[in-house]
């Protein structure tokens, strides 16, 4: 509601036309005749304001609308990203090869580092400043409720790590066109390879801002990012190439279910027509394969659940 016009009359106004207790109020005192009208403009509810987080925390994950300090890393990560598919179709063109150095559903899996870092520089971003400045109670004060503050933030978060890993796969795709490569078989490999790095990024975007959201700290949440899209993955690898050399293959490939970026080789090796990137290029059992399709849909639907969890008590 907005205030109308406010009357202040001195009380050493003197003359006929002053009221009388205007005369008689002491030296220095003012009368305020304060009205307040109701709201007459269109209300746009929850949907606008959800609509509206997601724009502005994926625009805030490349740096949209903030400083040119807060762009150089996200768009320098995406220069990065983009980079060697550019190199690639480069020789596809000029040697005019018969494929791309490279599959579409590979792509990611090689550049993992650059996405881990991506990710955990913009995951505390969307996050962590709300619980920091305890702006959280203040969305939940206006019609937005719980469930659409971490749509929205889940959204933003999954779209950006879309945009980061699916332009590499179009600049693939319009480089084999012009390279001439079979035109069935290149819009087969791009939609394999959009389909995989849509469900990473599903699968990272939950991961990162459930890391996120457990603390205010900036600095504590990019630690806590790279340390679990990291260490897992490593350790993962080593006992798979143990495994693998002790002849255990089996084991080896159930191994992958514990570690974020092996569970996408796995689903998409078995369903996407990947290669697969594990030791001696192992390759999960049919029934390992729709167990790591079980587990990713499992584990992003666990982070979504823990996010709602956490802000029922950071929205007090």
Request: aromatic share 10%; net charge positive.
């Amino acid at each position: 509601m907005s205030p109308e016009p406010t009357t202040s009359v001195s009380a050493t106004a003197s003359g006929p036309a002053a009221p009388a207790a205007v005369q008689n109020a002491p030296s220095g005192a003012y009368i305020h005749n304060i009205g307040y009208r109701h709201y007459d403009g269109p209300r746009l509810g929850r949907a606008y304001a959800r609509r509206s987080l997601f724009s502005q925390s994926l625009r805030g994950a490349y740096g949209l609308g903030r400083s040119a300090k807060s762009k150089v890393l996200p768009m320098l990560l995406f220069a990065v990203m983009c980079l060697p598919a550019g190199i690639v179709v480069a020789v596809a063109v000029f040697t005019k090869a018969s494929s791309l150095l490279i599959d579409y559903t590979r792509y990611a899996i090689f550049l993992q580092a650059v996405i881990g870092l991506y990710l955990a520089a913009q995951a505390p971003q969307s996050v962590s400043r709300d619980l920091r400045f305890k702006s959280v109670p203040l969305y939940f004060s206006r019609p937005i409720e719980r469930v659409d503050y971490v749509v929205a933030k889940f959204a933003a978060m999954a779209s950006a790590l879309f945009i980061l890993t699916a332009a590499p796969l179009v600049i693939l795709y319009a480089g084999a066109l012009l390279a001439k490569l079979d035109f069935l078989d290149q819009t087969k490999g791009l939609g394999q390879g959009l389909v995989s790095v849509a469900l990473l990024s599903l699968l990272f975007a939950g991961i990162g801002l459930v890391i996120a959201a457990l603390t205010p700290r900036r600095g504590f949440g990019v630690a806590a990012v790279i340390a679990v899209l990291t260490i897992p993955y490593a350790a993962v690898s080593a006992v798979q190439s143990i495994a693998s050399v002790q002849g255990n293959e089996a084991a080896a490939g159930w191994l992958g279910l514990f570690s974020p970026i092996t569970l996408i080789d796995g689903v998409q090796t078995k369903f996407l027509g990947g290669t697969s990137s594990f030791p001696n290029n192992l390759e999960p059992s049919t029934a390992a394969g729709f167990v790591y399709l079980l587990v990713t849909l499992i584990v992003i639907a666990g982070c979504y659940a823990l996010l709602m969890r956490r802000y029922r008590k950071a929205g007090l």
